[in-house]
């Protein structure tokens, strides 16, 4: 019996719960073109939901051709350049008609042409000699899509990457030819929400009101109570109500956290689960998380250390500067807390969640907050 609880990758929209409202927003919004800008917490499914959406694609019969980029690794528009036209290569072969029309066009960017040791598929170099050939490049490659006959979908994964290139023009270049596209459409996904509503809700900035935002809570709790019973009792194992709400609450239903422990559980295949056996299995996580977790307080000093017990022991702190907390925990003056704060925020260890009731801030990596306020 094969493990229906994944927490890896993307593999088929059998092992994908639920997200269907946020599916079949995602397919109106490329079926009528409008350009979407997806932000969530990281490891809550912005991925694995962009990879659900281009299987729908593909099984719907739909004639978008889809490609997926994640900009993650790229360090400045060359390299963004590099990826894209990767991306490119791979879905029109050159033995196709537009594969040919591609590489006729990139010829003119004087690409070098490998395949890559690795992964053996192919891949394409660029020679530049200045900032506006790479400029150019970029608007070749977007021009290519626009060129071609079906429409196509481009979705850009940790877009916010484009923040930390040297280049400080990216944004305003990307949407003035974006601006031009009436084959592309695009999907801009990113996690560090801060810089992503920066860069497309602040009126300063040039991709201002020109996108739909679709956000991705955690998946309600009664259909994920409901999702999780009925995969233990199709393996043969019972787990009752009260242990599935124990699962819920300990990884409060942040998707890749729910979905490692439920698989770690489910490992076990025991006839019959309660809490105490998904106890052990926490336990047995933060345990092999630990070396992970002490290296980071290497890297932090001993008051953002502090600081991170600190969140982690009230596991979501609204006023992280009031005088009861920063009292509480011994943190010092408000000043200090603020730098404290922002130093873990900016590393992505700490992140700060807008609700319609509240904002609050939460120790990014869950296992992480239950092992700091276990140990400390
Ligand atoms: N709806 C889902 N159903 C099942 N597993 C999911 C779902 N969403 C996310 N996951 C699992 O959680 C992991 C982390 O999700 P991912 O899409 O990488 O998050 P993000 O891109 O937001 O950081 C995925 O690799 C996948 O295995
Ligand atoms: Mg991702």
């Known amino acids: 019996m094969t493990n229906p609880f994944i927490f890896n990758g993307y593999e088929g929209a059998e092992l994908f719960f639920d997200r269907e409202n946020e599916l079949e927003t995602l397919m109106k919004c490329v079926s009528s073109k409008i350009n979407v800008t997806l932000i969530a917490q990281r490891r809550m499914g912005k991925t694995g939901l962009i990879l659900r959406l281009i299987d729908e ?14 900009i993650f690794a790229t360090r400045d528009i060359a390299e963004l350049n590099k990826c894209i036209a990767n991306a490119i290569v791979k879905i029109f072969p ?5 594969g040919r029309k591609l590489l006729g066009m990139l010829k003119g960017l004087r690409p070098m042409f490998g395949i890559d040791p690795l992964s053996g598929s192919p891949q394409v170099q660029f020679s530049y000699q200045n900032q506006t050939e790479k400029e150019h490049t970029l608007e070749g490659l977007l021009q290519f899509l626009e060129q071609q006959d079906d429409p196509i979908l481009l979705a850009i994964d940790e877009f916010q990457q484009i923040r930390e290139y040297p280049e400080t023009n ?12 009436h084959n592309v459409c695009f999907i801009f996904c990113g996690s560090k929400k801060h810089m992503m509503t920066d860069i497309f809700s602040n009126p300063q900035r040039p991709f201002f009101s020109s996108t739909q935002f679709i956000g991705l809570d955690a998946i309600p709790e009664e259909k994920y109570a409901q999702h999780i019973q ?15 709400k124990y699962v819920l609450d300990w990884t409060k239903r942040h998707t890749y956290y729910t979905q490692r422990l439920c698989h770690d559980v489910y490992e076990l295949n025991a006839k019959s689960v309660d809490v105490d056996v ?20 290497q ?15 009230e596991e979501e702190v609204t006023q992280p500067y009031a005088n009861a907390f920063l ?46 306020a276990r140990e400390y």
């Open 299 to 313: 890297l932090l000093t001993d008051g953002q250390w502090n600081y991170m017990i600190a969140l982690a022991k």
């Open 170 to 181: 990216v944004e305003a270049m990307l949407r003035t030819y974006i601006q031009r596209l």
């Open 57 to 70: 694609l593909k099984n719907s019969g739909s004639n978008v051709t889809p490609i997926y980029v994640d």
């Open 327 to 372: 009292k509480k925990h011994n943190i010092g003056a408000t000043a200090v807390a603020r730098r404290q704060l922002q130093t873990l925020i900016d590393k992505d260890l700490v992140f700060e969640e807008t609700t319609k009731e509240c904002s609050y801030y939460r120790v990014a990596d869950l296992f992480m907050l239950r092992w700091l």
């Open 230 to 244: 009925r995969m233990f009792s199709e393996g043969g194992m019972q787990i009752d109500n009260e242990t599935v």
């Open 278 to 297: 998904v106890r052990g299995c926490c336990d047995r996580l933060l345990r092999l998380n630990e070396p992970y977790f002490l290296q980071y307080k």
């Open 94 to 98: 050159d033995d196709t008609s537009a």
